[in-house]
């Protein structure tokens, strides 16, 4: 069994900065990909940023430049360091892992999201 815990969401003035984390834990064997997307209301997740086990990263344009994701492979941990801040990013931020386990050589799990709002 795995878990996805998110945590850093919260209330933040336009133009800041917010530092979201995501703690993996449970019955891991290597963790393959890590992931951070947003959902509007209405539409479905959109990627914001991901990275592989190599360290390889992919953000899409509309982020590039102020977002940065990161890992702590010790701690199962990704972390999306988020700059500039617009209030239209108001959105329930999610994480997704590809992770090994005994029983799998790759599945995605998701967290259950943490909200982050952007005040104007």
């Known amino acids: 069994q795995v878990q996805l815990v998110e945590s850093g969401g919260g209330f933040m003035q336009a133009g800041g900065s917010l530092r979201l984390s995501c703690a993996a834990s449970g019955s891991i064997v290597s963790i393959n990909a890590m992931g951070w997307y947003r959902q509007p209301p209405g539409r479905q997740r959109e990627l914001l940023a991901a990275i592989n086990r190599d360290g390889l990263t992919n953000y899409p344009d509309a982020v590039k430049g102020r977002f940065t994701i990161s890992i702590d492979n010790a701690k199962n941990t990704v972390y999306l360091q988020m700059n500039s801040r617009k209030p239209e990013e108001t959105d329930v931020y999610y994480c997704?892992?590809?992770?090994?386990?005994?029983?799998?050589?790759?599945?995605?799990?998701w967290g259950k999201g943490t909200l982050v709002t952007v005040s104007s």
């Open positions: 997704k892992e590809d992770i090994a386990t005994p029983d799998s050589y790759g599945m995605d799990y």
